[in-house]
């Protein structure tokens, strides 16, 4: 009896820590990272592209909420739309900075192709204080069309310890358009 209750609690510890293991928020339904599952196999023709953007995206990976509580860590969301219904939306560089402007990372290696009405997200978890409270991303796009309106915003949340949560979006901002 003492056997298999010696044996029954270390398979409960086992499967404790397994269920434990902490997921990646940014895998799509196959288990590939969300922006891998988009990314192109071949580069941009710039010459065919009639729009070219820079988005800046303010990210905000902490808080402060009161005197007692200097911080709190947040969970930021950056969600690229394409909101044309008929074109192609291509994304070329999303770049992560800190509050000091330093690249954090590089998120895509090649291109993404953001089909019409498609949308990515990507996560940057609570835990991840390597931006800062100042955070951003460069997001860079173009497209065919010289009339695409593209929303990129980015939506974070957070909790106070009082069983409260809170949640608000920043918009990215265009710091380079050029059309041809």
Do not use: W
């Not at 219904?85 to 560089?93: A, E, G, P, Q």
């Not at 402007?101 to 940057?124: D, E, F, H, Q």
């Not at 390597?130 to 974070?156: D, T, Y």
Request: with cysteine; hydrophobic share 35%.
């Amino acid at each position: 009896m003492n056997y298999f209750i010696t044996k029954s609690t270390i398979g409960l510890l086992f499967l404790s820590l397994i269920a434990c293991k902490k997921q990646n928020p940014n895998l799509d339904k196959t288990g590939k990272d969300e922006l891998e599952s988009h990314e192109l196999n071949h580069t941009i023709d710039k010459n065919k592209m009639h729009f070219d953007d820079i988005i800046y995206v303010p990210i905000y990976s902490d808080i402060y909420l009161s005197n007692q509580n200097p911080n709190s860590l947040l969970t930021a969301t950056l969600s690229i739309r394409n909101t044309s219904s008929m074109d192609s939306l291509f994304v070329s560089k999303i770049d992560y900075f800190n509050t000091d402007g330093n690249l954090v990372r590089n998120y895509i290696k090649n291109p993404i192709s953001l089909p019409p009405m498609a949308t990515i997200n990507y996560v940057v978890e609570k835990d991840d204080t390597s931006g800062g409270a100042g955070a951003n991303f460069i997001v860079v796009l173009s497209a065919k069309n010289e009339n695409i309106k593209p929303l990129i915003q980015a939506v974070m949340i957070g909790e106070n310890g009082n069983n409260q949560g809170f949640a608000f979006s920043t918009d990215g901002y265009s710091i380079k358009t050029k059309t041809q």
